[in-house]
């Protein structure tokens, strides 16, 4: 229950995490030679308070509370939701270009049945992972490596799925030289015409171009405490203030529209998957089945699809985004009473 990580607005769960502990480790001969007069809380009870404690903070989450969420080191990431779900898992590496990008992952698996192309950003756990795999921001070479598998994927009919983890895509300059936003533009293109079942699920971070460089897809998901956006809340805030803090933090991820609730509302998405109570990083193998669900069920239905008519509403989808109507303003001009003529003297 405890966790060396502790956000902010779980601070008043503490206590009762103290004391759960403290109720595990006492034995039944424990209890019966306490000197103390102070009655112990029973486990059951102490479970139950923090259980109702946990869903009222989780119940009120503020876009950037739910940012920081996403970005919980103990979040489940795409290695491991590989090692959960996904059998006979062989990894492929390269572009066949220039080399081998650690921050997307892909390979081939089964989940439940089925066999499928699984693609993800991998952000890395410890330090050394973490700066191996740029934290998750992927290289021109990392989307090019995608493409060449999803192409394989395309020629013997299996599947796609992709797991989008990103809080961008890398900005240095020899992933610029490299043409990062050409492997991302061509990995959109490419997507939207694949002859393949497409899911893409946003299980942390999907952030801007990084992020729709492996969401093409005929279904979108996101995880319920995720965000998509075209921009962090800290890109954002640096923008139109010109700093970055709590405050503005705030502000920019309210203004963004950046939570599964919002992109559900907008028709960005297609679905919520629901988290454990308290989020994915407090049961990962609860997040992992209920992940593994979705995919299982979606993949089923996309199967009915012909290819070409799964083609077509892939197409439609994406353009219908960012729609809107327009609407004549009418305004009302208060009539000018012509004056009174004056009487003739």
Request: proline share 6%; net charge neutral.
């Amino acid at each position: 229950m405890t966790s060396f990580y502790r956000l902010e607005f779980e601070k008043p769960l503490e206590v009762l995490d103290q004391q759960i502990a403290e109720a595990q480790s006492l034995t039944a001969a424990d209890l019966l030679t306490r000197d103390d007069a102070k009655p112990t809380p029973s486990l059951t009870s102490l479970r139950k308070k923090h259980k109702a404690l946990l869903k009222k903070i989780y119940g009120k989450l503020t876009p950037w509370e739910t940012v920081r969420v996403a970005r919980h080191p103990g979040r489940p990431q795409t290695r491991d939701y590989i090692e959960a779900f996904c059998r006979d898992f062989c990894e492929l590496h390269g572009d066949r270009a220039f080399g081998d990008d650690p921050a997307i992952v892909t390979g081939f698996g089964r989940i439940g049945s089925i066999k499928c192309l699984i693609i993800g950003h991998h952000k890395g756990r410890d330090t050394q992972e973490k700066i191996a795999c740029h934290f998750g921001c992927a290289h021109p070479e990392g989307y090019r490596k995608a493409l060449a598998k999803m192409k394989l994927a395309e020629k013997f009919q299996v599947p796609i799925v992709t797991l989008v983890d990103t809080p961008g895509a890398y900005p240095g300059l020899g992933a610029e030289q490299r043409g990062q936003a050409e492997a991302i533009a061509i990995n959109m293109m490419e997507m939207s015409r694949l002859k393949t079942p497409i899911l893409s699920i946003v299980i942390g971070e999907g952030g801007s171009g990084g992020a729709l460089g492996i969401a093409v897809a005929d279904r979108v998901a996101m995880m319920e405490y995720s965000w998509y956006s075209v921009i962090s809340p800290e890109g954002c805030a640096a923008i139109l203030w010109k700093q970055a803090n709590e405050q503005t933090n705030e502000l920019a991820a309210q203004a963004l529209n950046m939570t599964s609730q919002d992109n559900l509302k907008l028709g960005i998405i297609d679905e919520i998957i629901r988290e454990p109570l308290g989020g994915a990083h407090r049961d990962p193998a609860g997040a992992s089945d209920l992940l593994e669900a979705w995919i299982v069920k979606t993949l089923r239905e996309l199967k009915a699809f012909p290819i070409d008519d799964l083609i077509n509403n892939r197409y439609e989808r994406f353009r219908k985004l960012g729609s809107y109507e327009t609407v004549p303003l009418i305004v009302e001009v208060p009539s000018q009473e012509s004056p009174s003529p004056k009487a003739s003297s």
